[in-house]
């Protein structure tokens, strides 16, 4: 099952025709949910029931630009009240992927985290795809997926996804592994064949995680770049560009894998490139 965050925004519209599209080639049912803030609501508040029915039309609305986008695909609605991206990570426990648009709110804009896509991508147990309002809102004209690769186990499940994606689309994945390097001014200081043979364990890190791809999908074409740069997240966001997908764990490797989200995936959805999808190694309730 594919749950889709709705609302009556362009971003959500995105993420409802690339839901569609996704559950199309998965053959997968849709469930389509929307949530109304209850902070002002009330059943014997006298406007309650014009409240209800407007977000119930929403949730018709929604369903029927499915139904036009493929009526095969059986969708279902579930009007919920309460806070959306707690409400959206209940559902991540039967999912099998949740998708959510998103405004692209900057730094200090929105809500916690910046707005309510990386709330749900840090609370969800499931895989959660964003999707920005882009003029290819299906990727006719993108091509690629692309996924970021740390050595981690969150990095593990994102590869897994990515190259998934990718065999399914008809997509060549690319496995990026930005590793942290010194300085420039450090770097003087260390020999360079200590240098050499630590980039030589880096590259088998990024070989590993990409070991056994081409045996499971044997049509899959699989490009390996490692990048020497500081800041993961803007090596990501620069290759993803042009990209169909982009793919990154929830976590990494290091001390920030103890919060909720790691650094990487907070700013790559900070500065989305393209649909993204972020995984997770959670266990489910």
């Known amino acids: 099952m594919i749950v889709v965050g709705v609302d009556d925004s362009a971003p959500g519209d995105a993420a409802l025709t690339w839901a569609m599209q996704r559950a199309t080639r998965a053959s997968c049912p849709v469930t389509l949910v929307h949530t109304v803030y209850d902070t002002w609501m009330a059943e014997g508040y006298g406007y309650y029931d014009s409240i209800v029915d407007a977000e119930k039309k929403l949730l018709l609305d929604a369903q029927a630009k499915a139904t036009a986008l493929n009526p095969k695909i059986p969708t279902h609605t579930e009007l919920r009240h309460g806070n959306a991206p707690r409400i959206l990570a209940e559902f991540s426990d039967d999912a099998s992927l949740i998708v959510v648009g998103t405004d692209k709110k900057g730094r200090f804009e929105g809500e916690l985290f910046g707005s309510v896509s990386l709330q749900v991508a840090a609370l969800a147990r499931c895989p959660v795809a964003i999707i920005p309002e882009l003029d290819d809102p299906i990727g006719l004209v993108r091509s690629g997926v692309v996924v970021g690769v740390d050595g981690s186990a969150d990095s593990v499940a994102a590869v897994a996804v990515a190259a998934a994606e990718a065999d399914r689309t008809g997509q060549e994945l690319t496995a990026i592994y930005a590793?942290?390097?010194?300085?420039?001014?450090?770097?003087?200081?260390?020999?360079?064949?200590?240098?050499?043979?630590?980039?030589?364990?880096?590259?088998?890190?990024?070989?590993?995680?990409?070991?056994?791809?081409?045996?499971?999908?044997?049509?899959?074409?699989?490009?390996?770049?490692?990048?020497?740069?500081?800041?993961?997240?803007?090596?990501?966001?620069?290759?993803?560009?042009?990209?169909?997908?982009?793919?990154?764990?929830?976590?990494?490797?290091?001390?920030?894998?103890?919060?909720?989200?790691?650094?990487?995936?907070?700013?790559?959805?900070?500065?989305?490139?393209?649909?993204?999808?972020?995984?997770?190694?959670?266990?489910?309730?």
């Open 179 to 285: 590793p942290p390097t010194p300085s420039d001014t450090n770097l003087r200081f260390i020999p360079t064949q200590a240098v050499e043979e630590r980039m030589e364990e880096e590259r088998i890190v990024l070989a590993e995680a990409v070991a056994g791809l081409t045996t499971r999908y044997p049509d899959l074409v699989v490009h390996q770049r490692i990048e020497k740069d500081a800041y993961p997240a803007r090596v990501l966001v620069a290759a993803a560009q042009e990209a169909q997908l982009l793919v990154v764990g929830s976590h990494g490797r290091g001390a920030i894998a103890r919060l909720m989200m790691g650094s990487v995936s907070h700013e790559v959805l900070l500065h989305i490139p393209c649909p993204t999808i972020i995984t997770t190694v959670r266990h489910k309730k």
